[in-house]
């Protein structure tokens, strides 16, 4: 199979910032694995439900054709996706990098293997901004 890349996400009001790092992690493996983050633990991280339905969400990641395999992310620990997908690489926005989280998951990558690559982070548009604008709608 080649090396075997995992893009975990929300991938909540789907826009450009998932599309990059969903584009450049394809250049970067032979394998592409889109983990979707299931509401409950989106809402445990972000203390609010995703807007779009996590089933939905698989959909339109899944109709892109950017990548090989979407699966459920069903952790908020990453290096626990690892035991269940055996990645490579795993690819984040690089507003992880430097962070407790990010460090933590470098080194156990590193402890089996694998490693964190990062990609710039799309400032001009994110979920977090979308959703403040609808909600400053209603």
Not at 37 to 50: A, H, L, Q, W
Not at 66 to 89: C, G, I, N, P
Request: proline fraction near 4%; aromatic fraction near 8%.
């Amino acid at each position: 199979m080649g090396r075997v890349g995992y893009a975990p996400g929300v991938y909540d009001m789907f826009h450009i910032g998932h599309l990059n790092i969903l584009r450049r992690a394809r250049e970067h493996c032979d394998h592409l694995i889109a983990g979707v983050v299931e509401d409950d633990v989106v809402t445990r991280i972000k203390g609010r439900p995703p807007v779009v339905p996590h089933d939905e969400r698989m959909e339109v990641v899944r109709a892109l054709g950017l990548v090989d395999e979407v699966v459920s992310d069903w952790s908020s620990d990453k290096f626990e996706m690892w035991k269940q997908l055996r990645y490579d690489v795993l690819f984040k926005g690089d507003d992880w990098k430097g962070t407790e989280k990010g460090t933590r998951l470098e080194r156990l990558l590193g402890e089996v293997g694998a490693q964190v690559h990062y990609f710039p982070y799309t400032a001009s548009t994110s979920s977090t901004d979308l959703r403040r604008l609808l909600e400053g709608l209603s």
